[in-house]
């Protein structure tokens, strides 16, 4: 059977095609969806990039687990090693890649100025 070709519909440009209800108020759902959403702004999605760049450089570099040994260790040994590796990787994580999170955070952020992301904003209520 032969395909019946439609004229009469257009449709736009990348598949798009014109919404003709009056009752839908895109603009308005439009201004609510990027009130309540954080991913509008090229500077939150900057940010995030650049946290989960921090988290994988984290997991790729920082392993829980001392395992690359050049020598067999005694139990005790490597109970200690294994121990301070992780003391070591603690300290980390709660000092050093908290404070990387945070400086992205606040390097990323801080261009926003007025609204939810202002860094300057002193009164906790608004």
Same mark, same amino acid.
């Not at 005694?74 to 040994?77: N, W």
């Not at 109970?79 to 301070?84: A, E, L, P, S, T």
């Given at each position: 059977?032969p395909? !019946? !070709?439609?004229?009469?519909? !257009?449709?736009?440009n990348?598949?798009?095609?014109? @919404?003709?209800? !009056?009752?839908?108020?895109?603009? /308005? ?5 990027t009130?309540k ?5 090229? /500077?939150?999605? *900057?940010?995030?990039i &650049?946290?989960?760049?921090?988290c ?6 920082k392993? &829980?687990?001392? &395992? +690359?040994?050049? $020598?067999?260790w005694? @139990? +005790? /040994?490597f109970?200690? =090693?294994?121990?301070?590796h992780i003391?070591? =990787?603690?300290?980390y &994580?709660s000092?050093?890649?908290?404070r990387? =999170? #945070?400086n %992205? =955070?606040?390097e990323?952020?801080? *261009?926003i100025? $007025?609204?939810?992301f202002?860094?300057?904003?002193? %009164?906790k #209520?608004?």
């Open positions: 059977m395909q !019946k !070709k439609n004229k009469d519909k !257009k449709v736009r990348y598949g798009k095609i014109q @919404i003709n209800n !009056k009752k839908y108020k895109f603009n /308005e759902r439009f201004e609510k969806f009130f959403t954080l991913y509008v702004n090229c /500077e939150v999605v *900057s940010a995030m &650049l946290i989960r760049k921090e994988e450089y984290v997991i790729n570099n392993p &829980l687990y001392k &395992l +690359d040994f050049d $020598k067999v005694k @139990i +005790d /040994e109970r200690v =090693i294994q121990h301070n003391a070591n =990787i603690k300290k &994580l000092v050093t890649w908290g990387n =999170i #945070e %992205i =955070i606040r990323q952020i801080v *261009s100025g $007025k609204g939810w202002n860094m300057n904003e002193t %009164i #209520e608004t």
